[in-house]
């Protein structure tokens, strides 16, 4: 192994540094004692207790939840369907075009996809509310979803479709029997990350939002205009936590049964 | 090879499983299969053999129905299929890669296709132990794909494509992912599965060895079109192109020009045994013999079939039968001697040559080969001399056979039982010749570089129209 240089040593810091000091200040001052948020004054929980005495901010906690949960789902199911038909349906006509407008709003600004929805919703007499937040979270977290579930599918075995077709199972036994329950952990992750993009929307979901509908970006950001609180520090470390167990839990998981698997193949070829 | 009486593709009354009738496919511009035309029969274990882009993996997916004929019919116990989705034919398919369910045990595999009809409960389970104890897997039931060895996977494909007893099946390459070893014992293994279950085996291969044998017929392609089909031991005795013979197996094949001999000349020239006067036990030419022999009526001269094959038949199609290719029976002068090997040749007098045939000119300033087996239709005509290197004799002396041939020792290649000398003969060809290593390596007599002579009969090799 080579020796670890002070070049290495410092990029490595500064990377990281500019990576996560921002959070880490975050956190910290989430535990201050002073209302000021600049200004250390001793540890302290009580931002904590008083962010969970506050209505405004667990109501919007649970739109969220709610928004999120529904758009996920409705995206998880319209994008797999669609990554279904790119990968499978081969060539036809606009093929090119169709795929190509399927991942163009990865790239089109918020902006332009929460305006043109705005008035959509307008124009057909939709009310405002956590519907059309719904909606609008679905359209532009759909195209993800697809992307994720095509790449495992450009990879999954064609022929395993056709030996279940040629075992007399129907097109739809076949793609629920077999290429589902193989495809899964990719259309999970195509959940979560979709489930993920709709937590912290703030740009469309402010476009697409009416009374009663106030998401937890929305919440945040209106209450930061009026001046930062500890308690939004609190909030955010709350959220933070929650995200690193998440990962670390999943990728532990994913790498145990990796472990596993390569064990059970070894021992396979040992007793062959 | 032992030959079964099994042969109902010889029986005009026999009914076949399988008809393909004028079957095109294309791609786009590219054609896969070229109005092909064929039958195979119940019981049979049929091998599509042929370098890759033949088309054989393209016919077997047609009988699968993952794909449609553009053109023509193909007839499953007499209805046409070509258009039935896959799902829905009594056709069951062995993937080349085995398509093992991932996420499904062992015996949900196998479970899968039984569990489709909607049978019930203990019907399944019954079907299911019984494949786990044909493929010998009843210890692996509740393991996943990924928990088993190669071999074990291979069987569990097996079990799976036979659980709903199909009348036909289909291997895809089955054998093509295992080492040498453990092939050849699933070899013979699925040959016994065959004969166990009575299904109708269609195999795709372009393993030679492989197709030669499981199979009761094999069926070699190019280009999309089928160019001979016959049994194993035809196919490699009597091919009937220069591809054939070439694909099949390791040949010589010598260019030259075909001279009709004299059909008596010999026998009346040197005083031949009685028995061998009589016509039955010397036939002329076995083939074209046979065919006067089979077919009623005048048969046309040599110049009246050339003018036939050559002139008429591409105007007005042809109207003589093609005889379909057999074996040659064995001449006398092939049974009264035991072929020359490394030890001298026994005295083969000249008089033992069969009589009629063809005269090989391949060589400037050589001698003509015999052929007694050649077509007379072929006198004058580019003409290939398909040699086994098995049916040269080597030897450092010159035998006294009908064709011998000097050379000179180019390689060895030692392959334990069996060596294969590499011999450059006079005109700068290289001929194989291969000799079993009866005797100890170290008292071999011939070593690179030694003159030696290549002996052969009159009847050893295969004479073919030059393409």
């Known amino acids: 192994m080579r020796r670890f240089s002070w070049f290495n040593a410092t990029s490595l810091t500064l990377g990281f540094a500019f990576l996560y000091l921002p959070m880490i200040l975050l956190v910290v001052y989430s535990f201050n004692e002073s209302r000021l948020v600049t200004v250390w004054a001793g540890f302290s929980t009580k931002w904590y207790g008083e962010l969970l005495q506050n209505e405004e901010f667990l109501d919007a906690a649970w739109v969220t939840l709610k928004v999120a949960f529904f758009s996920s789902t409705i995206a998880t199911v319209l994008g797999t369907m669609a990554a279904y038909v790119m990968i499978r349906a081969g060539r036809f006509p606009g093929r090119t075009l169709f795929s190509g407008m399927i991942y ?23 009310d405002r509310g956590v519907l059309t937040v719904v909606l609008a979270h679905t359209t532009f977290s759909m195209c993800y979803v697809s992307v994720v579930v095509s790449s ?121 | 090879m032992a030959e079964s009486d099994f042969a ?11 008809q393909f009738k004028g079957v095109t496919k294309r791609f786009g511009d590219f054609t896969a299969i070229d109005d092909l035309t064929q039958d195979i029969y119940e019981r049979e274990f049929f091998a599509l053999l042929g370098p890759s882009g033949c088309g054989k993996t393209t016919l077997m997916r047609m009988l699968a129905g993952f794909e449609e004929p553009t053109e023509g019919q193909i007839l499953l116990n007499g209805v046409d299929i070509g258009h039935v989705p896959p799902n829905k034919r009594a056709v069951n398919m062995m993937f080349q890669s085995y398509a093992l369910f991932p996420h499904l045990s062992v015996y949900d595999n196998i479970a899968f296709g039984l569990r489709r ?33 190669g071999g074990q996977r291979q069987r569990v494909a097996l079990a799976r494509s036979l659980a709903k007893a199909p009348k036909l099946l289909l291997l895809d390459e089955p054998l093509g992912a295992l080492d040498k070893k453990l092939r050849e014992e699933t070899q013979f293994e699925l040959m ?34 089928i160019v001979q089909v016959a049994t194993p031991d035809v196919i490699y005795e009597a091919p009937n192109s220069v591809y054939v013979a070439d694909f099949i197996g390791d040949v010589n094949l010598i260019r030259g020009t075909a001279r009709l001999r004299p059909a008596q000349a010999a026998t009346e020239a040197a005083a031949p045994p009685p028995e061998q006067a009589s016509p039955e036990t010397t036939p002329a030419a076995p083939v074209a013999k046979e065919a006067a022999a089979k077919t009623d009526g005048p048969q046309p001269n040599p110049l009246g ?57 391949w060589s400037e300033g050589q001698p003509a080969l015999l052929a007694a087996n050649g077509d007379p239709a072929l006198d004058g005509e580019k003409v290939v001399l398909a040699l086994r290197p098995e049916k ?46 009866t005797r100890r390596i170290s008292r071999r007599d011939i070593t690179w570089e030694d003159e030696v002579w290549l002996s052969f009969t009159a009847t050893a090799g295969v004479i073919l129209k030059d393409e």
């Open chain 2, 392 to 437: 040269l004799g080597i030897a450092k002396t010159r035998p006294d056979a009908p064709n011998t041939l000097k050379g000179k020792v180019i390689d060895i290649a030692y392959l334990g039982n069996i060596s294969t000398y590499h011999v450059e003969i006079e005109g700068g060809v290289m001929v194989k010749a291969q000799a079993a290593n």
């Open chain 2, 117 to 149: 009809e909607k049978k019930p409960k203990d019907e399944v389970h019954a079907r299911v132990k019984e494949m786990l104890r044909l493929t010998r897997l009843e210890r692996f039931a509740q393991r996943k794909p990924h928990q088993i060895s």
């Open chain 2, 8 to 18: 109902p593709w010889n029986d005009p009354e026999a009914k076949p499983l399988i």
């Open chain 1, 104 to 126: 163009a709003p990865l790239v089109m600004p918020e902006v332009i996809t929460g305006l043109s929805l705005l008035l959509l919703f307008i124009g057909i007499g939709l």
């Open chain 2, 305 to 361: 079939r050339a003018l036939h094959d050559r002139i008429l038949s591409p105007i007005f199609g042809t109207w003589l039968e093609e005889e379909p290719r057999r074996l040659p029976p064995p001449s006398a002068a092939e049974t009264a001697k035991t072929p020359a090997a490394e030890t001298p040749a026994t005295p083969a007098h000249p008089q033992d040559i069969p009589p009629g045939g063809l005269e090989i000119d």
């Open chain 2, 192 to 225: 016994d599965i065959q004969e166990k279950t009575g299904t109708t085996f269609i195999i795709v291969t372009h393993d030679q060895e492989e197709a030669m044998t499981v199979a009761s017929r094999v069926a070699v392609m190019d280009e999309g079109r």
């Open chain 1, 152 to 272: 495992r599918l450009s990879t999954f075995d064609q022929a395993l479709e056709e030996a279940a077709l040629d075992l007399g199972a129907s097109p739809f036994e076949s793609f629920t029997l077999i290429t589902l329950p193989i495809i899964a952990p990719a259309v999970i992750s195509g959940w979560l990350l979709a489930f993920t993009l709709s937590l912290d929307d703030l740009v469309i979901a402010s476009f697409t939002t009416g009374p009663g509908a106030t998401t937890l970006p929305i919440k945040v950001f209106s209450a930061v205009r009026l001046g930062v609180s500890p308690e939004i520090n609190a909030l955010s470390t709350l959220l933070i936590s929650i995200v690193t167990v998440g990962v670390i839990t999943a990728s532990l998981v994913s790498k145990r049964a990796a472990v596993q698997r390569r064990r059970e193949e070894q021992a396979a070829q040992r007793t062959a």
